[in-house]
């Protein structure tokens, strides 16, 4: 079974730039996150989708950034403008949770790593 | 607010020996608990979880502890080897929320 993908694996951008990531998740998983890990820190829950739906972007910055799921499969998290403190590694995962069912474990792609200068 | 905290940034043990991660939250509506390992360059990868109607959850050499009363966690694996080095996350969420709240994590070396 092939894991989450993402891409790019590496990004630098100046700050003001505008940038965006891609995922792909498992195959038949319903929910999909994006997280940001800032480095020293756990991961901190961006946005979180069910199949095309957004269930959780309370912590999404949403003058900055936004994503979408495109016909419930991938995903794109873009950043307009960025940053110096969006450096960060963006990490895409899914589960093949529903609403209602029992916690189930999220899997999670290699991430990018985003530097703003 | 850092509703799960890890304390210790590292930990160094010999291969062989007991390794002990620990891991408290704040937050009592917490209901379920996960470890994650993260190495390098790479997503973290889930470990071991635990349900709060636990307290106790054991697979293979990894057994997570949950003292509900104290709130807190503990990860030991017995016996450590130098392919466990690696960062462990511990997580947490609640209820029908999926969100994940993690830790900082803790620095695992196992010396050979």
């Known amino acids: 079974e092939a894991g989450v993908a993402q891409s790019p694996r590496y990004k630098i951008i100046e700050k003001r730039q505008s940038v965006a990531f891609w995922c792909n998740p498992i195959s038949g998983h319903a929910t999909l996150y994006w997280y940001q890990q800032i480095l020293g820190q756990g991961p901190k829950l961006l946005i979180q989708f069910q199949n095309n739906g957004v269930v959780d972007d309370s912590q999404l910055p949403k003058d900055r950034f936004s994503a979408e799921r495109l016909k419930g499969v991938d995903s794109t998290l873009k950043i307009q403008p960025a940053k110096l403190e969006d450096s960060a590694v963006y990490l895409c995962a899914s589960s093949s949770l529903l609403a209602g069912g029992i916690t189930d474990t999220q899997y999670f792609g290699p991430g990018t790593r985003l530097t703003v200068l | 607010d850092q509703q799960v905290k890890q304390n210790s940034p590292s930990l160094s043990v010999q291969e062989g020996r007991i390794s002990i991660l620990n891991c408290d939250y704040t937050n009592s509506m917490f209901d379920y608990f996960l470890w994650y390992k993260k190495y390098p360059a790479e997503g973290p990868t889930f470990l071991i979880s635990?349900?709060?109607?636990?307290d106790k959850n054991e697979d293979g050499r990894f057994t997570v502890f949950l003292n509900k009363s104290a709130k807190h966690l503990s990860l030991h694996i017995v016996p450590s080897q130098p392919g466990d080095s690696a960062v462990y996350f511990c997580a947490a969420t609640r209820g029908s929320n999926y969100k994940l709240t993690f830790g900082k994590g803790t620095l695992l070396t196992v010396n050979p």
């Open positions: 635990i349900s709060s109607i636990k």
